[in-house]
């Protein structure tokens, strides 16, 4: 539900602003969809006539910016043909699965993506999957912060194209309050063409919007296009305007120095998801030299089909132990940077006033239950610990109240948008009724 004021109240708020502050016994007012005041709560009391404010007791919980997961795809085939690397399982099932989509079918598939991701803290998704009036609907809905786009190809791989990506956009971008917006997005370089490529740039800057795309994500990715087109696949975006300011690269799991130092000149933002790197068994992204060029970094789950799940607290955990593994450097992804990562990072990336938790910034805000054993022992004023068990300790589970633009979407653990157990149902049937569609013969 939505008050015309809202005061979170005797928290722990975790700001995640420049100075990096963490103000024990602190509160946050947020009055519609934006934060007017933060600081300790005697303090927000006394400058603010709180008396019509409803109060939300965040006492025994850390008052976190929403988490902002910067790759992700709609998706209801967890645990379904799981066993495969990339290639495999792109074409083996999730691109006969997409193919089998409806209107309705990706309504639920997205109505249940976001149900999990607002349990798990997530407040933004930058989703690419297909039938955008369906996601738009269920984000609609549901309440959740949104940047939609299209899985564009070219034509022959029957997916979706750039005029759909205009009608989404027309359609879409821009509904929901301005919580839903509309990028360009390309699948990947083995499904398109340099012309397609040109193309989405050309149609990004006529609408005025972003581009999402997969680049660099598997060896043969890189291999298929040194064959194809005889540079890697960074290049390729490079030489067709592809990289900019507004475009999000996802994975860029091998990216050679050149590829870069491309990013960086670009100013291109980059999503990390290394758990499901590691599921297709596509490699460790070379995140410590991304992020020591400059390059902005944030994260994401990518989809439940390749991570089991929309836990972007456990893709935290991940993102820092895989470089301390395989680099055998344990200074490597500190939690506070990669906890920045999941907030200002990824908020940063979309261009977006989220992320950190000061005035005049968005209201997108979660509440993490402190008292529980994920969080035991904890000494009170102690950020650095309290930094650790965020990233290191805790799971989605521990999120007690998700607040989208000002909205309570989830209090106490229960999402107030949608009635979970009719979601939960609804996406049993329709997966079955997506796998019947992709077993019956094509007419």
Not at 200 to 207: K, Q, V
Request: net charge negative; hydrophobic share 40%.
């Amino acid at each position: 539900m939505k008050a015309s004021s809202l005061l979170l109240s005797g928290g722990t708020i975790v700001t995640m602003n420049d100075a990096g502050d963490v103000i024990e016994d602190g509160a946050v007012l947020i009055v519609g969809d934006r934060i007017v005041d933060v600081g300790p709560a005697r303090e927000v009391t006394a400058r603010n006539d709180t008396s019509g404010a409803r109060v939300l007791d965040a006492r025994n919980k850390a008052v976190l910016p929403g988490l902002v997961d910067l790759h992700f795809h709609t998706a209801i085939g967890k645990g379904w043909s799981d066993h495969l690397p990339l290639w495999e399982s792109l074409f083996n099932f999730w691109y006969p699965c997409i193919r089998a989509l409806d209107e309705e079918s990706a309504y639920w598939a997205a109505l249940l993506s976001y149900l999990e991701a607002i349990k798990c803290g997530v407040t933004t998704v930058n989703d690419m999957y297909r039938k955008l009036g369906g996601l738009r609907r269920a984000a609609e809905e549901i309440g959740i912060r949104a940047v939609l786009s299209n899985d564009i190809a070219d034509a022959e791989h029957e997916l979706d194209t750039l005029d759909d990506a205009k009608e989404a956009h027309e359609q879409h971008h821009g509904a929901g309050d301005g919580r839903i917006e509309v990028y360009v997005g390309i699948e990947w370089l083995p499904l398109a063409s340099e012309d397609l490529l040109r193309g989405a740039r050309e149609l990004a800057d006529d609408l005025g919007t972003g581009i999402h795309i997969h680049l660099n994500e598997s060896l043969s990715e890189v291999e298929h296009s040194k064959a194809r087109f005889g540079r890697r696949p960074t290049e390729v975006a490079y030489d067709n305007g592809i990289l900019g300011r507004n475009c999000i690269a996802a994975h860029c799991v091998w990216l050679s120095d050149t590829e870069i130092a491309l990013m960086k000149a670009t100013d291109t933002q980059i999503s990390h998801n290394p758990s499901s790197n590691a599921k297709l068994g596509n490699g460790v992204a070379r995140l410590p030299e991304m992020l020591a060029a400059g390059i902005n970094v944030g994260l994401g789950h990518d989809a439940a089909e390749s991570n089991n799940g929309c836990d972007l607290f456990g893709v935290m955990k991940f993102a820092s132990l895989i470089h301390r593994a395989t680099r055998v450097d344990a200074s490597l992804q500190q939690a506070p940077e990669v906890l920045a990562m999941a907030t200002r990072n990824g908020s940063k990336a979309l261009q977006h006033e989220t992320g950190h938790i000061a005035p005049g910034r968005k209201a997108d805000v979660i509440l993490v239950d402190l008292d529980s054993v994920m969080f035991t022992p904890l000494v009170p004023g102690n950020k650095a610990q309290l930094y650790s068990h965020l990233v290191y300790a805790a799971n989605g589970s521990c999120v007690d109240t998700t607040i989208i633009d000002g909205d309570v979407v989830m209090e106490a653990r229960e999402v107030r948008t949608v009635d979970e157990a009719t979601v939960l149902r609804r996406s049993n049937e329709v997966f079955q009724e997506v796998l019947e569609r992709m077993e019956a013969p094509s007419s």
